[in-house]
């Protein structure tokens, strides 16, 4: 399976941003599918994650309350609603996949297939 993030932009602090993870060549159904990102000289994190038919999903706790992760497994996305946004989300934002992880599997070594990453800058 491949991944491709989109969605990414530049927003006032407040507002909101949906980023996009499609997949091609294989169905998302038999992945969990996360968000992580990494800002400038800082460590790659977990942001949230959703299991395979949606029925479970985590988030970290700094975006608890205002980013929602959900999948449409039919049109094999996966998304991120980011609202309330603030300076402190900007970042590359990467959606990833694993085949055996849960959606409570928050280290990026579990993942095993990531997309290209998309910018995501709020101006404060």
């Known amino acids: 399976v491949q991944l491709q993030a989109s969605g990414g932009g530049l927003r006032q602090a407040g507002g909101s941003l949906r980023l996009s993870c499609a997949a091609t060549g294989r169905t998302l159904s038999s992945y969990v599918v996360a968000w992580f990102r990494q800002a400038p000289g800082k460590e790659r994190e977990f942001v949230a994650a959703?299991?395979?038919?949606?029925?479970?999903?985590h988030t970290a706790d700094f975006v608890k309350g205002r980013f929602t992760i959900s999948r449409d497994n039919a049109k094999n996305t996966v998304s991120l609603q980011m609202n309330n946004l603030n300076a402190e989300d900007t970042a590359v934002y990467y959606c990833?996949?694993?085949?055996?992880?849960?959606?409570?599997?928050?280290?990026?070594?579990?993942?095993?297939?990531w997309g290209q990453g998309t910018q995501v800058t709020v101006s404060s």
């Open positions: 990833a996949a694993s085949q055996s992880g849960t959606s409570r599997s928050i280290d990026p070594r579990q993942y095993d297939v």
């Open positions: 959703v299991s395979r038919v949606a029925a479970a999903t």
